[in-house]
Nanobody, 114 residues
Framework: QVQLVESGGGLVQAGGSLRLSCVASGSIFSINAMGWYRQAPGKQRELVAAITSGGSTNYADSAKGRFTISRGNAKNTVYLQMSSLKPEDTAVYYC????????WGQGTQVTVSS
């Protein structure tokens, strides 16, 4: 079992920045990859960015050049640095960990005002 706790969401003006954090606990040794997904009202949940245990990263086209995913030194923490935020980035952002199964955090709201 893996538990995930996110933090760092909030309200920001367009063009601003936010950093999301996610801390994993439990069977963290079994985690193969961690990532961030988001879900806007009326839309499906979509991948924003992911990072493997080996450090490889993957970004959605909408995130490339604006968002950066990284891990903490302890490897059980993942960050999403978001810059040049747009109103269309408004969504609930969920931390994900893959360890044979998908584990999800409770989500953190990001609202970008125009």
């Amino acid at each position: 079992q893996v538990q995930l706790v996110e933090s760092g969401g909030g309200l920001v003006q367009a063009g601003g920045s936010l950093r999301l954090s996610c801390v994993a606990s439990g069977s963290i040794f079994s985690i193969n990859a961690m990532g961030w997904y988001r879900q806007a009202p009326g839309k499906q949940r979509e991948l924003v960015a992911a990072i493997t245990s080996g450090g490889s990263t993957n970004y959605a086209d909408s995130a490339k050049g604006r968002f950066t995913i990284s891990r903490g030194n302890a490897k059980n923490t993942v960050y999403l640095q978001m810059s040049s935020l747009k109103p269309e980035d408004t969504a609930v952002y969920y931390c994900n960990a893959y360890a044979r199964y998908d584990y999800w955090g409770q989500g953190t709201q990001v609202t970008v005002s125009s």
